[in-house]
C-alpha cells in the first residue's frame, strides 16, 4: 500500500515519538509512506474560525499535492483528519470552488477533488485489516485495560466525515481487541479532550482533560489511548495540571495509537518514543511483562 503521508504539525516537533511510531508501524505493515515536505498546516481548527476562506485554501493545496502524485492521504491526527475532509466536502460546493480555484492557479496547481483523506485508524481496520493485524501480533496486550480516546474531529460532524456513529464508535476498540488489550468503555472516550481552548480558559479545559481521565479510569482503564497529538498534549503533557483541576491524583499512563500497535508487533519502547512521554507508562508496561 502507497499514500501520502501528512504527519501534522506536531508529529514533527514536540510530539515527535508519534512520527517515529507510525513510521515503525507502516515499516511493519508494508505500508509505503510517501512525503511531501511542501504540505502546511492543516489550520488546526483554528484558522477556521478566523477565515473559512483561507483555511479551506490551504488545505485543498494539500490535497492537490498529494492528488498530482495520484495518491489519497495518510494523517495521523484527529484535527489534520477533520480539517482536511472538511475541505473536501467544501471543494464541491461551487460557490466555494469558485473562490479557491483561482487561488491554486496562482500557485500553478487545481484539484479535481479526488483525493480520499485517510486517519491510521481507518487504514489499519479498513485497509490492513483486524486479522492480518492481528496475524502479526508478537507480544500480546493481555493484561492491559485500554480507553480508547477518539478525539472530536475524527467523529464530528459526522455526515460530514462519513465517519463511525460519534456516540458508539467501535474501530479503535476492534483493534485493541486483536492486539490483544482489553478495551474499556466509557461516556469519556467520545467527549472533548479541551484542547481547543487550552491556552484561552486553560482551567476549563485541564477540568474536561481530568474527567475525561479519571472517568476511564475509574471504568478499569490502567492506559488511555488517543488517534490525536492534541489529545494527547491535552491527556499527558497536562495531566498534572488536570490532576489540580479535579483534586486528585490521576497518574494514567496515554499512549498514541501506532505506539500500542507497535509494541504488539514487538517494537521496544525506545523504538517508539515512550520515554518522551510526561505521565511514565512503566506501570502499563509492566502489565505485559516489558520494560523500556
Known amino acids: 500500500m502507497k499514500i501520502a503521508y501528512y504527519p501534522g504539525c506536531v508529529a514533527q516537533e514536540s510530539g515527535r515519538e508519534l512520527d517515529m511510531a507510525t513510521r515503525w508501524v507502516c515499516r511493519e505493515l508494508g505500508i509505503e509512506l510517501v512525503e511531501f515536505p511542501t504540505f502546511s498546516c492543516c489550520g488546526s481548527g483554528f484558522v477556521d474560525e478566523a477565515n473559512q476562506i483561507l483555511n479551506v485554501a490551504l488545505n485543498a493545496r494539500n490535497l492537490a499535492i498529494a492528488e498530482r502524485a495520484g495518491l489519497d492521504l495518510l494523517t495521523i491526527c484527529s484535527t489534520c483528519q477533520g480539517m482536511l475532509t472538511l475541505a473536501n466536502v467544501k471543494m464541491t460546493e461551487p460557490a466555494m470552488r ?9 500557485l500553478q496547481i487545481a484539484y479535481g477533488g479526488k483525493v480520499r483523506v485517510k486517519h491510521l485508524l481507518e487504514v489499519l481496520v479498513n485497509d490492513i485489516g483486524i486479522e492480518a493485524i492481528r496475524a502479526k501480533v508478537r507480544r500480546p496486550l493481555a493484561g492491559m485495560n485500554v480507553g480508547a480516546f477518539y478525539g472530536c474531529h475524527l467523529l464530528r460532524p459526522t455526515l460530514e466525515l462519513g465517519s463511525e456513529s460519534a456516540e458508539e ?6 483493534l485493541l481487541t486483536a492486539i490483544g488489550a482489553t478495551p474499556v468503555m466509557y461516556r469519556g472516550r467520545v467527549m472533548c479532550c479541551g484542547f481547543p481552548i487550552l491556552f484561552v480558559k486553560p482551567e476549563t479545559a485541564n477540568r474536561i482533560s481530568g474527567r475525561q481521565i479519571a472517568d476511564a479510569r475509574d471504568h478499569g482503564a490502567h492506559a488511555m489511548a488517543t488517534p490525536c497529538p492534541l489529545c494527547h498534549i491535552s491527556l499527558d503533557s497536562f495531566q498534572n495540571k488536570a490532576s489540580a483541576a479535579v483534586g486528585q491524583k490521576l497518574n494514567m499512563p496515554v499512549f498514541h495509537l501506532p505506539q500500542l500497535v507497535g509494541l504488539a508487533l514487538g517494537a521496544s519502547p525506545e523504538e517508539l518514543g515512550l520515554p518522551r512521554h510526561l505521565v511514565p507508562v512503566e506501570p502499563a508496561l509492566a502489565r505485559i511483562g516489558t520494560t523500556p
Open 169 to 174: 464508535p467501535h474501530s479503535f476498540e476492534e
Open 98 to 106: 469558485a473562490r479557491i480555484d483561482p487561488v491554486l492557479a496562482k
